[in-house]
């Protein structure tokens, strides 16, 4: 394990890469000021410290989402996964008035009533916590959908082998989208406070409950856990049963050889799998991420969004970096990193620590004009919030599926017995740009990846196709086999990457007609003799199987074929 250093050594590399961290800070703000629009789907992890609405916090909050900085960052979330959200009734040992539906809906009240908000929040149908303050979620209707709450339920009592609250887990789906790849779920956590080893037992049965369904997901699911997970270091039994893959498990461990289930760290910070003791607690090594206490000093990193390997698989509902490009597979920018000074702007990331510039470590939040992430009116909000002892909120950018699209039916039209018929085919990447892309660009959406396969008498090139959404449309030559007569009826399947139509399948028609023979009196010219033989042989000119007057009205045009206009006078 590397050593971290002192607190006085990490305070000596952050003077001598004072220079340098402030031109990366150049650098990038004007990357981030272009990117107060953001429109991918955004997640947010907030414990909202013992809430009930209305609050004297409100005007606060309403800041704290919608305000927009002095560099053009706006928090402007689609998903909020909150904490200690009051409840009342007999579950709630707190005792504060209200029901937990009730502070839901006006939690998401406040963010409709915020400035510049979009005004389509709804909170998800509450379910009640046993032992404590809730879990609530609240999301953006125009974005994503509810199916279904599940909750992982604890007994009451205070035994070791004893959770102290619930967990939910909510089943959510992106609008617009259909099949499981556009589904998301997300575990919605607070474990056990404090830093004793009873503390850390009372933690473990509920991260390994959290483990274990995870484990049993349908194959590929994407998940994410956003919890207030009380951890002081990434060595705790309570984190590795989240995060751990071990193929030979001891005894009563052995959902840690199920791969499916585990947990990511986003930002690699340490590396996830690690067994290694690493402390984020007052470690001036993590001030970037630090979340609590922003009214009396920033040293913890309780607040944290783990995700499934789903989730940064390229593919898909995805993790997006803030630069395109960028490495999201890399550390977190740190204090550790290469042995020098960190930054909260880091390129290869969109997860952030609201308002923790790094620049509060075991102080109090910096909410002056000084915050290089919010400034002060933000950055003030964001204390106000945290009602003197509370967390700032975490988030995370993700990318959306692609959207295979194409029209429902190819025509050849009529074509010659043994002639060349060929159609063009419009393949296009149908993501909805104005819901789900980056600042005017198609970055918050997967690009479309897809092949052609024709059925028999068809043919499609071969080959791997890719679209960007917003982009300009892939356009494919068909062909159509016309060597026997008759009509003409077959599919093409576009196998890709959207979820919800793997196989999109395109109805392709013609028909193929014989040849034409002009020569009705078989001289070996075409001239108005084969017109005046026509009405005494009756010949199938046009090669349909009929002798109609579709046969002398092709052999008419064929005789006109290169005329002058006023030659055509007086024919016949």
Not at 77 to 84: G, L, M, N, S, T
């Amino acid at each position: 394990m590397r050593d971290v250093g002192s607190g006085v050594c990490v305070a000596s590399e952050r003077r001598r890469g004072s220079g340098r961290a402030a031109a990366l800070a150049a650098v990038w703000a004007a990357v981030w000021a272009a990117s107060a629009a953001q429109a991918q789907l955004r997640v947010v992890e907030w414990n909202i410290t013992n809430y009930s609405y209305p609050s004297a916090r409100d005007a606060s909050f309403r800041t704290a989402f919608y305000g927009v900085a002095p560099n053009g960052l706006q928090l402007a979330p689609d998903v909020v996964v909150i904490q200690e959200l009051e409840q009342g009734g007999s579950g709630n040992t707190s005792g504060h008035q209200g029901t937990g539906q009730f502070n839901a809906a006006g939690f998401a009240s406040v963010l409709n009533s915020a400035p510049g908000s979009p005004g389509d929040y709804a909170a998800v149908t509450y379910a009640a916590n046993n032992g404590d303050d809730g879990n609530a979620l609240i999301y953006r209707t125009s974005k994503v959908e509810w199916i279904a709450t599940t909750a992982l339920t604890t007994n009451q009592g205070t035994g070791p082998n004893q959770t102290p609250r619930d967990t939910q887990r909510w089943q959510m789906r992106l609008v617009g989208y259909t099949g499981a790849g556009a589904e998301l779920y997300i575990y919605g956590a607070h474990f056990k406070a404090g830093g004793n080893p009873e503390d850390s037992d009372r933690r473990i049965p509920e991260s390994r409950r959290i483990r274990i369904d995870a484990n049993a997901l349908p194959a590929g699911a994407n998940f994410l856990i956003a919890a207030d997970f009380n951890l002081q270091n990434s060595g705790q039994t309570e984190y590795q049963y989240l995060v751990a893959l071990d193929p030979t498990p001891v005894m009563g461990e052995e959902f840690l050889a199920t791969a499916s289930g585990r947990f990511h760290d986003p930002i690699n910070t340490p590396a996830s799998g690690s067994m290694a003791t690493i402390f984020w607690e007052n470690n001036g090594t993590y001030r970037n991420i630090h979340t609590q206490d922003p009214a009396s000093a920033m040293d913890s990193r309780h607040d944290q969004i783990l995700f499934s390997a789903t989730l940064r698989d390229g593919q898909g509902i995805d993790y997006l970096p803030r630069a395109a490009g960028g490495n999201v597979l890399s550390p977190f920018s740190t204090y550790i990193n290469a042995g020098m000074p960190g930054t909260w702007d880091d390129p290869n990331h969109t997860y952030r620590c609201w308002g923790n510039d790094g620049s509060s470590f075991n102080n109090p939040l910096n909410s002056t004009a000084g915050n290089s992430m919010v400034g002060a009116a933000i950055g003030q909000a964001l204390v106000t919030c945290a009602a003197g002892g509370g967390h700032l909120p975490v988030y995370l950018d993700l990318q959306v599926p692609a959207r295979a699209s194409a029209p429902m039916v190819v025509d050849f039209g009529t074509v010659n017995q043994n002639s060349t018929a060929t159609a063009g085919v419009a393949v296009w990447n149908g993501g909805n740009v104005a819901l789900w892309s980056r600042n005017g660009t198609s970055r918050g959406i997967d690009d479309l990846d897809y092949t052609l396969a024709a059925s028999g008498g068809f043919a499609a090139p071969a080959g791997a196709f890719q679209d960007a959404a917003g982009g300009a449309t892939n356009v494919h030559t068909l062909s159509m086999n016309t060597g026997t007569l008759g009509p003409k009826n077959g599919t093409l399947t576009i196998a890709s990457n959207d979820p919800g139509t793997p196989a999109l399948v395109v109805t392709l028609t013609g028909t193929v007609v014989g040849g034409y023979d002009f020569d009705v009196n078989n001289d070996g010219l075409v001239n108005n003799e084969d017109l005046h033989r026509w009405y005494g042989l009756f010949t199938d000119v046009d090669g349909s199987g009929m002798v109609d007057a579709s046969d002398v009205g092709a052999l008419r045009t064929q005789l006109r074929v290169g005329e002058v206009g006023d030659m055509t006078a007086g024919l016949r």
